[in-house]
């Protein structure tokens, strides 16, 4: 059998593992459909994101001009608003997932490979991070260089990656001692190239599925820093800042609350779950 056909074959027992409930198309189906609705409702809806409107002022809900979700204090519609809500929540819980990874699999690899006194240092490192509070240093991050989304990316990557630098220390401890390892060092590979060659791609089942679990997590993550004003700055609004002007609304306008929480909960939920199945489909023997 070729290489390529054994690819494939490998490939379909994955995917029908990954999809052999339900649940798990109706959350692709779910996440697919709020993407496709974050791109299409505020280019084609008439109203803007940002513009006020005075005379609109909290109308609920309704069929009537196409205000599905009614307006906020500003008169702004809320559909548009949570639409670009979700934008920004997904764009940060992508970009800052991706930088979490990137470091963490890098200090993570080169400390397991190299161990001795560069482990150590490199892991107390981590643990030196990990006793530095998460909202002050971000307030501080606020204060130094202003509130900005790139900075939001920047902060919350810079501390979501010391899970996964453990998680890949450990791995590497024992792919280390495999005996490809061992046959490329006796061909002179150097650290960086077998850090990189051999240590890294065999690493990347276990990498895509925590990578899958932390976008969730920076969401949320991104969330609160919004709730407390720490997120992104007005106009713009990500689905945490949201729910934190609806919940000043709550008892008079609950609709500005409910409806950013519960697409904040749908889509943490779907891409839990996701996460959850794509780690059962690639280490079918432990479920």
Excluded at 68 to 93: E, N, P
């Amino acid at each position: 059998m070729s290489a390529a056909a054994t690819m494939a074959g490998s490939w379909r027992q994955f995917w029908q593992r990954f999809n052999a409930r339900r649940s798990t198309t109706v959350a692709l189906w779910t996440l697919a459909l709020i993407v496709a609705a974050t791109l299409l409702v505020p280019v084609f809806s008439p109203y803007d994101y940002s513009t006020p409107a005075w005379t609109r002022i909290f109308t609920a809900p309704t069929w009537r001009g196409g205000q599905l979700f009614g307006t906020d204090a500003l008169g702004r519609d809320l559909l548009v608003r949570v639409m670009w809500g979700c934008r920004i929540s997904l764009l940060v819980g992508l970009v800052a997932s991706l930088v979490s990874v990137v470091i963490g699999v890098l200090w993570g690899a080169t400390a397991g490979y190299l161990g001795g006194r560069s482990d150590a240092l490199l892991m107390r490192a981590v643990d030196v991070l990990y006793s530095v509070p998460f909202i002050p240093l971000v307030i501080v991050l606020n204060v130094l260089f202003g509130r900005h989304l790139l900075l939001v990316f920047a902060g919350i990557g810079a501390v979501s990656w010391l899970d996964i630098a453990r998680i890949v220390r450990g791995q590497t401890l024992a792919i280390r001692n495999r005996e490809y390892i061992d046959a490329a060092r006796a061909l002179g590979v150097r650290a960086p190239a077998m850090i990189r060659r051999h240590v890294i791609p065999n690493l990347l089942g276990i990498v895509i599925v925590y990578a899958t679990l932390t976008v969730p997590a920076v969401i949320l993550f991104e969330a609160l820093l919004s709730f407390l004003g720490l997120g992104v700055q007005a106009p713009l609004a990500s689905l945490g800042s949201l729910v934190a002007e609806g919940a000043s609304e709550m008892q008079a306008n609950p609709y500005l609350l409910i409806i950013p929480a519960l697409l904040l909960s749908l889509i943490v939920l779907c891409l839990n779950h996701l996460g959850d199945r794509l780690r059962d489909a690639l280490d079918p023997h432990e479920h």
